[in-house]
């Protein structure tokens, strides 16, 4: 049984920091992509950043580029995302997802396993 497991959400204050992590089991992490997405209340479920199998691709959309990173240790099978400069706008629930390693990694629907969310809240 896939469980992702994501911790590491709150509350604070616009220009600081979080970082969310993603736990996984019940398959071999190592051969996962894994992304982090994002849904704010009345807005669809979007890609934030994405990393391959391996650690050697990754992707971000680019309202984060700069400001989010992506990382993950495969000996922990951990996928993180460290969040700086936040902002009001980053406010929504963060989700992990994994995926059999592939070329593309930031399309929604190749993503099959989903964790519960952590709620991500920047207060201006």
């Known amino acids: 049984q896939v469980q992702l497991v994501e911790s590491g959400g709150g509350l604070v204050q616009a220009g600081e920091s979080l970082r969310l992590s993603c736990a996984a089991s019940g398959r071999t992490f190592s051969r996962d992509d894994m992304g982090w997405f994002r849904q704010a209340p009345g807005k669809e479920r979007d890609i934030v950043a994405a990393?391959?199998?391996?650690?050697?691709?990754?992707y971000y959309i680019g309202s984060v580029k700069g400001r989010f990173t992506i990382s993950r240790d495969n000996a922990k099978n951990t996928v993180y995302l460290q969040m700086i400069g936040l902002k009001p706008e980053d406010t929504a629930v963060y989700y992990c997802?994994?995926?059999?390693?592939?070329?593309?990694?930031?399309?929604?629907?190749?993503?099959?396993?989903w964790g519960q969310g952590t709620q991500v809240t920047v207060s201006s």
């Open positions: 990393i391959s199998w391996n650690g050697g691709s990754t």
């Open positions: 997802a994994a995926k059999s390693a592939g070329r593309v990694l930031s399309r929604r629907s190749d993503y099959p396993y």
